[in-house]
């Protein structure tokens, strides 16, 4: 069964399966059937009480419902399209010697897919057979184009918050915010769901394995921002500042195995590693450009079990230390029966005693109002997000490791936002992303070719049309990138383990996907 499908969790909830609390959270609290998210909004129920305190409402008081119910669709709506994959090709492969194969095929694939082969690859079945890889492949593609234009046509739906969060991260006195996550796929969700923060024009989000951000390359994104807030001042005052977060990850339950790959799986080793690299970066531009003191660091870690964050609480100096946190799991349990108003307060005095703490993780005072504010923000929305996996999942994903469906390469989709939908590979050229890419195809190797399924690679880049001859070198550089990984992972190539997908699409949010077809190539 496909365990994460919404649907169905949400079917088997209502048929009496009763919730479990989140790992590591509310523990002893044993929760009776939870409705799906949308009855809870159409029908303004109540959650039912814990069993050992019946007084007691269950939901978090700060959980975002409306929000979680969105995200439950969005969720669904893309996981249907990758999860029901196999066992259409598994239907097409058992009656592919039909005499009306072709016209049944079509009809399956239709209402399963939501789209048709190619008449040349199903019209041959009947002397060859089905050439599953390449269908397999091109079932992946679809589905990633299909979930692409679904976030483009949602796009105006969500100006709004969009709007917001501008507003916010200006108020806080940040104009612009720069995430570097793993390119673990388990975080490929980290902005929309886990940090819930919209894309926008403020954001950049580029991952690299382990987290370890290419300081030049980084430094050249903060180049162009500075660059464009001085010829457009009105995008944040000339006090504003730039926020530069890495995120690390971790398991809770089996940190020994399901931690970062690219660091052994070792909790205290990612987080060092991420601090190290956001020194790096901080001191790249003081040294070069004397204004490291525009540029504040924050430093968080995910537990992918259950979505709950960990943040590094800089002292009054902006240093950070490893040693002195927020944990999200911890507040949840402890602002579970407050109100909302006394949550939000204890979730500002989790950040004081955080910052007043003795021993290893003591620093030098309080960090600033403004990050205050973002902290006490991506604390509160976060725990809607652990709401959110206890309702579908009982608290823990059941796909603790990896379970990715594409390799994403080049800028990667910024659309698609889901756990472990790909694992991604943020790279200009393949010989300095060779590291982020061996561990992609590693992880693929486990995945896909053990079972005999080929490892579909989606390139894409992103052009800017206002650039004259943009397009046409970025559709240049990904036929280079392809060159490369066929010539890098030769044995895969020669084994036909290997199926591509080059697309380009100009830089503004929701811009249509421009499949880069044959007669480009
Ligand atoms: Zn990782």
């Known amino acids: 069964m496909n365990t994460r499908n919404a649907y169905k969790i949400r079917a088997s909830r209502s048929s009496g399966r009763n919730r479990t609390a989140p790992v590591s959270m509310a523990q002893g609290n044993k929760v009776g059937n939870i409705p799906a998210l949308d009855n809870d909004l159409s029908s303004g129920y109540i959650a039912p009480v814990c069993d050992s305190m019946p007084e007691r409402n269950c939901r978090h008081p700060l959980t975002n ?6 995200l439950a669709r969005c969720e669904e709506s893309i996981t249907n399209r990758f999860y029901s994959i196999t066992s259409v090709l598994k239907h097409l492969g058992n009656i592919q010697h039909n005499e009306n194969f072709v016209a049944l095929a079509n009809d399956i694939t239709s209402k399963e897919l939501d789209f048709n082969f190619p008449l040349q690859s199903l019209e041959s079945a009947w002397i060859n057979g089905l050439d599953m890889k390449l269908l397999y492949s091109k079932s992946i593609f679809n589905a990633i184009n299909s979930s692409v234009n679904q976030f483009s046509e949602d796009l105006g739906r969500n100006e709004d918050s969009k709007v917001d969060t501008h507003s916010f991260f200006l108020d806080c006195g940040y104009h612009s915010v720069d995430i570097t996550p793993c390119s673990d796929g388990r975080l490929k969700g980290l902005s929309k ?5 919209p894309l926008s024009a403020i954001t950049i989000r580029n991952s ?21 807030r001085l010829r457009n001042p009105s995008s ?20 020994l195995h399901q931690g970062c790959a690219a660091h052994g799986s070792n909790d205290k080793l990612a987080a060092e590693a991420g601090l190290e690299k956001l020194t790096e970066f901080h001191s790249a531009i003081d040294n070069t450009y004397s204004c490291g003191s525009q540029i504040d660091l924050l430093l968080i870690g995910v537990d992918t079990d259950n979505d709950s964050i960990r943040i590094h609480i800089p002292d009054s100096n902006g240093e950070l230390s490893i040693h002195r946190f927020v944990d999200t799991a911890d507040l949840y349990n402890e602002t579970l029966n407050l109100n909302s108003d006394q949550a939000r307060v204890a979730l500002f005095n989790s950040i004081d005693k955080s910052s007043d703490m003795s021993g290893w993780g003591k620093g030098e005072g309080k960090p600033s109002e403004g990050m205050r504010k973002v902290i006490s923000n991506l604390l509160e929305y976060n725990l809607s997000q652990i709401e959110y996996v206890a309702d579908l999942y009982g608290g823990s994903y059941p796909d ?6 594409f390799i994403s390469v080049g800028d990667g989709f910024q659309e698609i936002q889901l756990r472990n939908i790909a694992y991604y590979a943020h790279l200009d050229t393949v ?12 992880i693929f190797s486990g995945l896909n070719i053990k079972k005999g399924l080929p490892i579909p690679i989606a390139i894409h880049y992103r052009y800017d049309s206002k650039v004259p001859g943009s397009r046409a070198r970025v559709v240049q550089k990904s036929k280079r990138v392809m060159a490369a990984i066929l010539n890098r992972y030769k044995e895969l190539a020669v084994g036909n383990n290997l199926f591509f997908q080059l ?13 880069i077809d044959k007669e480009e190539l």
């Open 400 to 405: 603790l490791g990896h379970a990715e469906q």
């Open 65 to 70: 419902m409306r929000q979680n119910a969105h």
């Open 236 to 255: 944040g005052s000339s006090a504003s500042r730039y926020l530069k977060i890495v995120v690390y990850h971790r398991s809770s339950s089996d940190p």
């Open 208 to 228: 690299y394995a382990g987290a370890l951000l290419n300081v030049e390359s980084n430094v050249r994104d903060w180049e162009k921002i500075e660059l464009s």
């Open 431 to 442: 010989e300095e992303g060779s590291a982020d890419l061996d561990i992609g195809i590693k």
């Open 193 to 197: 769901y886990i940090f819930r923060l």
């Open 503 to 515: 697309s380009v699409q100009d830089l503004p949010l929701g811009s249509d996907l421009e499949i």
